[in-house]
Each structure stands twice: as structure tokens, then as C-alpha cells.
């Protein structure tokens, strides 16, 4: 995918992160929602699901680039980080 | 519900390494999924490869290893539809099929895909050659139990599938207990096993000898931790543990830190390592690090740490890429969730 602005990224990210976790109420989660932690709690497992649909869709791996996945902070991090990426 | 047919990866799964990575020389077999696959072709299980690989892969495969497969799919797509052509192929039902992969997403994938494939990591497979679904014969307790194992974690996963809910509250709904305590010399082998099984979550990816395991136990500048969890659904019993370093000064280092991935996604690795840091913390530490090998392999484990606020501070030669994770503990240690149950300093 190329082109694709943060915005764009970032309602696609909603969608994988609704299917990794399994949960379709945080589709409705704001940009700058913390993943970790307190209401998203993303943890090991549905953290490695969404990196690998995010290196499937985009083609970019976040986890061999960002050594403390800092992009993994908030939708609006990690669509930031693909945008850069992709564009 | 008996398996007739297995259907294997082969990169780091059947194979001990990836093909294509060494097209010179491929990988040999892997000995502990090789001796799994002879034992059930014995017992007249039928074998199929499922690989993300070119089709010359499942016959360099089934040259080393001497298997006939009944079919192989090679190739870039899905791995549920390679599995849903196998099971066309051979004309067998899909609940007669087992999937091996080491890799949790293709794992996650035929899951959801075909939920009737009994979906088993390299760990489970050496496991399940005893299980019931594997054994026409008689099957020992032991192997019962697994078994049974097995079948909990699938009414657990289609329990999480409908709950409607964020993570804490499904393991609270589980009825989950992490139990967190010293380990003792009978822990040894259970300790050694997960040091030479577990690759998603262990640090430094080395096993780890009884005997030295035995000596770190006894130990006053070791602590040896275990973590054993159970729900209302099944107890899987020892899933990981921790070494750590003592020394004299102000810093505690997690010189290993495993967990099997059957415990992924049950709040154990973070847990233990709340623990650890509010451990660390009581000891008058005031700083926790967790050298760790940075590996494609063990990704979930740099997930966990991250997640539980730890940061990197440096990083290794590329050869052998190992960055210290670390974080403050002094002050404010983290909270330990109500399902953890620990002994001393916890």
C-alpha cells in the first residue's frame, strides 16, 4: 500500500486491532487511546497478531524496527509509523 | 475425536531451520517432530505438508525424513486454505486433521479458519503423540490428562471468542489463579523442560542443564522463581519461571525468564513480572533488567516487556543481538492483579 495517509492507516489499524483482539467494541477506541495498559490491554498475544497483519497489509515491520515498540503506543503512533514507511 | 492425518509446517517445525535461508545446505530434520511423525505413521497416521515454500521443499522433506506425504502445499497463500485443499484432497473430515506450525499466527489463522483442526505448536505435538486423539489403543493417565488439557483450552478460546469484555475481565470470568513461588529441586525438570521447549518467551534461548538449574535453586544469590496457573476450565500446572541475579548491588538482573506460549494471553508473564519488580523492590533494589536475545522468534516476549514498562537500554553485537530491558522499581511498584497468588515478597 502506498499513499496512504495517517488518517487512512489509522481506520484500517481500528479493523485489524478488532480482529486480533476479538473485541468490536474498540472500534470505537480514539486516536490517541494508550494500547497498553487500563481498556485496550494489549498484550503478547493480540500484540503479535496485530504486528502481523500490520506487516501482511503494509509491509512493514514494526517489531525489527522499533527495538521498546514505542510505534505500538496509541493508533495514532503506529498509523504515524506506517505512514512514514509507506508513502 | 481420532486424527488421521497431520499436517505439517516445515520451517522451524518439521525442519530444524528455515529452508530457504540455506538452499546449499537445507536443514535436517527436526529430531524431536521426526520421531513424533514416525511414531504416528506407525500407528497408521497419514502425514501432509502445509509450507511457505517452493514445492521442492516437501520433496527435500520427505527425502530426509523418509515420510510419504499424502499431500503437500506449497506456496504463499493462507495456510486454512491449504489446509481446507488437503482435507478436499484426501477426503477426510476436517475434524480428522491435526496442524503443526511453530508460528502463532498461522496457528491463530487455521484456528479461526477451521475450527475443527486440532492446531498444536512443535511443544504440543511432541506432547500429543500420547494424547487420546493420536492413540487408537490404550492411552496412559498421563496422556489422558494432556489430552483433556487440550480440549479446555478450546472450550476457553470459544468461551473468549463470545465474551463480550476487555481482557482482565475474561480471566477474571475464568476464574484464573496465577500462583507465584521459590522454586524448590522438585521443580527441576519441569524448569530444564521449559528451557529447552519454550521459544516465544524465553530470554536468552538456551537450555538450561538440570544440574545447574539444581545449583541455582540452592543458591543465596539466586532466587529461582515458578509460575503455575490453573482455571476453571483446566490446571495447566508449571508454565514458566524466572532466574535472577542477586549480586550485591542495587541491581536486580533476570538472568532468564521463560513461559510456555500454552499460557499466552493470560496475563502470566505480565504478572510475573509485576512480581518481579515488586520483589526487587522489597529487596531494596532499584532497578530490575532483563537482558534479552532480540529475535523475530521471541517478539511476543519484547510485547510483554514493553507492556509491563520496560525499556531497552542497549543493544548487542548484530551476530548476537541482546538489548537490557530494564526498569526503576524503587517507589511506586506496579500492582499485582487480584488473580495472583504469591509467597514472600510478592
Given at each position: 500500500?502506498?499513499?496512504?495517509?495517517?488518517?487512512?492507516?489509522?481506520?484500517?489499524?481500528?479493523?485489524?486491532?478488532?480482529?486480533?483482539?476479538?473485541?468490536?467494541?474498540?472500534?470505537?477506541?480514539?486516536?490517541?487511546?494508550?494500547?497498553?495498559?487500563?481498556?485496550?490491554?494489549?498484550?503478547?498475544?493480540?500484540?503479535?497478531?496485530?504486528?502481523?497483519?500490520?506487516?501482511?497489509?503494509?509491509?512493514?515491520?514494526?517489531?525489527?524496527?522499533?527495538?521498546?515498540?514505542?510505534?505500538?503506543?496509541?493508533?495514532?503512533?503506529?498509523?504515524?509509523?506506517?505512514?512514514?514507511?509507506?508513502? | 475425536m481420532?486424527?488421521?492425518?497431520?499436517?505439517?509446517?516445515?520451517?522451524?517445525?518439521?525442519?530444524?531451520?528455515?529452508?530457504?535461508?540455506?538452499?546449499?545446505?537445507?536443514?535436517?530434520?527436526?529430531?524431536?517432530?521426526?520421531?513424533?511423525?514416525?511414531?504416528?505413521?506407525?500407528?497408521?497416521?497419514?502425514?501432509?505438508?502445509?509450507?511457505?515454500?517452493?514445492?521442492?521443499?516437501?520433496?527435500?522433506?520427505?527425502?530426509?525424513?523418509?515420510?510419504?506425504?499424502?499431500?503437500?502445499?506449497?506456496?504463499?497463500?493462507?495456510?486454512?486454505?491449504?489446509?481446507?485443499?488437503?482435507?478436499?484432497?484426501?477426503?477426510?473430515?476436517?475434524?480428522?486433521?491435526?496442524?503443526?506450525?511453530?508460528?502463532?499466527?498461522?496457528r491463530?489463522?487455521?484456528s479461526?479458519?477451521?475450527p475443527?483442526?486440532l492446531v498444536l505448536s512443535?511443544e504440543d505435538?511432541?506432547d500429543a503423540?500420547a494424547w487420546p486423539e493420536?492413540?487408537?489403543?490404550?492411552v496412559?493417565a498421563e496422556a489422558r490428562r494432556r489430552g483433556e488439557m487440550y480440549a479446555q483450552r478450546r472450550l476457553r478460546l470459544q468461551e473468549a471468542r463470545s465474551f463480550?469484555?476487555?481482557?482482565?475481565?475474561f480471566l477474571?470470568y475464568c476464574g484464573t489463579e496465577v500462583?507465584?513461588?521459590?522454586?524448590?529441586?522438585?521443580?527441576?525438570?519441569?524448569?530444564?523442560?521449559?528451557?529447552?521447549?519454550?521459544?516465544?518467551?524465553?530470554?536468552?534461548?538456551?537450555?538450561?542443564?538440570?544440574?545447574?538449574?539444581?545449583?541455582?535453586?540452592?543458591?543465596?544469590?539466586?532466587?529461582?522463581?515458578?509460575?503455575r496457573l490453573r482455571d476453571r476450565f483446566g490446571d495447566d500446572g508449571l508454565v514458566?519461571?524466572?532466574?535472577?541475579?542477586?549480586?550485591?548491588?542495587?541491581?536486580?538482573?533476570?538472568?532468564?525468564?521463560?513461559?510456555s506460549c500454552r499460557a499466552m494471553g493470560r496475563g502470566v508473564?505480565?504478572?510475573?513480572?509485576?512480581?518481579?519488580?515488586?520483589?526487587?523492590?522489597?529487596?531494596?533494589?532499584?532497578?530490575?533488567?532483563?537482558?534479552?536475545?532480540?529475535?523475530?522468534?521471541?517478539?511476543?516476549?519484547?510485547?510483554?516487556?514493553?507492556?509491563?514498562?520496560?525499556?531497552?537500554?542497549?543493544?548487542?553485537?548484530?551476530?548476537?543481538?541482546?538489548?537490557?530491558?530494564?526498569?526503576?522499581?524503587?517507589?511506586?511498584?506496579?500492582?499485582?492483579?487480584?488473580w495472583?497468588?504469591?509467597?514472600?515478597?510478592?
Open positions: 500500500m502506498s499513499g496512504a495517509t495517517a488518517p487512512e492507516v489509522t481506520g484500517e489499524l481500528r479493523d485489524i486491532l478488532v480482529r486480533a483482539t476479538g473485541r468490536e467494541e474498540l472500534g470505537g477506541i480514539g486516536d490517541q487511546t494508550p494500547l497498553f495498559g487500563d481498556g485496550v490491554g494489549l498484550d503478547s498475544l493480540t500484540g503479535t497478531l496485530l504486528l502481523r497483519e500490520v506487516h501482511r497489509r503494509f509491509g512493514v515491520d514494526v517489531a525489527g524496527e522499533d527495538l521498546n515498540l514505542d510505534a505500538l503506543s496509541t493508533l495514532a503512533t503506529l498509523a504515524a509509523f506506517i505512514a512514514e514507511r509507506t508513502t | 481420532i486424527v488421521k492425518c497431520v499436517i505439517w509446517d516445515l520451517d522451524n517445525t518439521l525442519l530444524s531451520g528455515v529452508y530457504l535461508e540455506s538452499p546449499d545446505r537445507p536443514p535436517a530434520a527436526d529430531p524431536a517432530m521426526l520421531a513424533a511423525a514416525s511414531t504416528l505413521r506407525d500407528r497408521g497416521i497419514i502425514h501432509a505438508v502445509a509450507s511457505r515454500n517452493p514445492p521442492e521443499a516437501a520433496a527435500y522433506a520427505a527425502r530426509i525424513t523418509g515420510l510419504d506425504f499424502a499431500a503437500a502445499e506449497c506456496g504463499w497463500g493462507r495456510k486454512s486454505d491449504a489446509v481446507r485443499r488437503i482435507v478436499a484432497d484426501l477426503d477426510i473430515a476436517a475434524d480428522a486433521v491435526a496442524f503443526v506450525d511453530d508460528d502463532l499466527f498461522e491463530a489463522e487455521v479461526f479458519a477451521v475443527e483442526a512443535p505435538m511432541a503423540v493420536f492413540s487408537p489403543g490404550p496412559t463480550a469484555g476487555s481482557r482482565d475481565e477474571r500462583t507465584i513461588e521459590p522454586a524448590t529441586a522438585a521443580d527441576v525438570p519441569r524448569l530444564h523442560e521449559l528451557s529447552v521447549r519454550t521459544r516465544q518467551f524465553n530470554t536468552t534461548g538456551q537450555a538450561v542443564p538440570e544440574a545447574e538449574l539444581r545449583e541455582l535453586v540452592a543458591s543465596p544469590a539466586h532466587q529461582v522463581t515458578t509460575v514458566g519461571g524466572s532466574v535472577v541475579s542477586r549480586g550485591a548491588g542495587r541491581d536486580w538482573t533476570v538472568t532468564l525468564l521463560m513461559m508473564i505480565e504478572a510475573l513480572l509485576a512480581w518481579l519488580a515488586r520483589s526487587a523492590d522489597r529487596s531494596g533494589a532499584t532497578t530490575l533488567s532483563v537482558p534479552c536475545l532480540v529475535s523475530p522468534r521471541n517478539m511476543p516476549l519484547r510485547l510483554a516487556l514493553a507492556g509491563s514498562g520496560f525499556r531497552a537500554a542497549e543493544s548487542g553485537p548484530p551476530d548476537r543481538p541482546v538489548a537490557v530491558f530494564g526498569r526503576p522499581v524503587s517507589g511506586s511498584p506496579p500492582e499485582l492483579p487480584g495472583v497468588m504469591a509467597s514472600g515478597a510478592g
